[in-house]
């Protein structure tokens, strides 16, 4: 094994397409000690009045994005309770975690520090699938999208939202740091600056930051972060970790063996589960 554990999967409490029961299995059979699951935990009121959330409701996505703290802390409370009934019988260690998307707002700040309280997961991880700017809320679709003036102002909101989530202390873990890379955008190096500004505060915040194998495609052959900002990650010495963000138990520690190569080239700093947790 590459490394043992693996904490950023999806089943089908979110967006995955195998139950945890499987997912555990194949984990298992793969020579994994422990995994955790870390369903995505998105929730902003406003998302009511966006033309997005209309759509994702229609979609197979319907359980990853809500309007309501209360039903979705209910949920997550069942679907913690049978993960808790499963550990008991599972093969292997589980974990139960959260993907969450911070939002602006004390009111939203207050209802998400009041659903940790009653669902106290092992751990969270923070990421930024959505942007908010001038009032309104987008994707990464959206940049991909959007007019070259405006796509910038997006992932400039972008950098600056993921620098806020690495100092709210409301996660212990950063996510797929250069995520707008997926869409094709932010390759460029004028973003280099906010970049390192986003490396430099993850670093004093001594937060770990995985390296997603999820961004393995046939025409791209590294995954998140890019090369430009594995050198300032490996430069400041923040600690890494080998991630799949699985979706389907087929994805689980997939490309683990290329990412440990691409982390040795550039002497990233990889930590084990205890540094992480």
């Known amino acids: 094994m590459i490394q043992d554990f693996t904490i950023h999967t999806h089943t089908t409490i979110s967006d995955g397409y195998h139950s945890p029961c499987e997912m555990a299995y194949y984990a298992s059979q793969q020579g994994f000690n422990t995994i955790g699951f870390s369903d995505h935990f998105i929730v902003n009121p406003k998302f009511e009045n966006t033309e997005i959330y209309k759509a994702l409701k229609k979609s197979r996505h319907a359980k990853i994005y809500t309007a309501d ?3 979705t802390t209910v ?3 069942e679907q913690f309770n049978k ?24 009111e939203w700040a207050k209802n998400f520090e009041q659903s940790m309280k009653i669902l106290k997961p092992d751990y969270i991880i923070g990421s930024a699938h959505f942007i ?5 809320i987008y994707n990464m679709y959206d940049i991909q999208h959007a007019k070259p003036d405006f796509a910038d102002k997006l992932l400039t909101a972008y950098w ?11 996660c212990n873990i950063i996510a797929h740091l250069d995520l707008p890379r997926r869409r094709h955008s932010g390759y460029e190096e004028k973003w280099a600056d906010l970049e390192h500004e986003t490396v430099d505060i993850i670093a004093q915040q001594k937060l770990p930051l995985e390296i ?4 393995y495609q046939s025409d791209q052959y590294y995954p998140h972060p890019s090369p430009r900002i594995m050198e300032m990650c490996a430069k400041k010495q923040v600690p890494m970790f080998l991630s799949d963000d699985a979706h389907h138990a087929a994805q689980l520690g997939d490309k683990f ?3 440990q190569q691409y982390a040795k080239m550039f002497g990233a700093n990889l930590v084990g589960l205890d540094k992480i947790l």
């Not at 997603?212 to 961004?215: A, E, K, Q, V, Y």
């Open 69 to 71: 703290f209360n039903q």
């Open 75 to 77: 949920y997550f409370k």
């Open 83 to 106: 993960l808790e009934q499963i550990a008991e019988i599972a093969p292997i260690k589980i974990l139960r975690g959260l993907e969450i998307d911070v939002f602006q707002g004390d």
């Open 132 to 136: 908010e700017y001038d009032g309104g």
């Open 160 to 170: 600056k939202n993921i620098q806020r989530i690495a100092k709210s202390g409301l």
């Open 212 to 215: 997603n194998t999820g961004l």
């Open 257 to 259: 063996k290329e990412a």
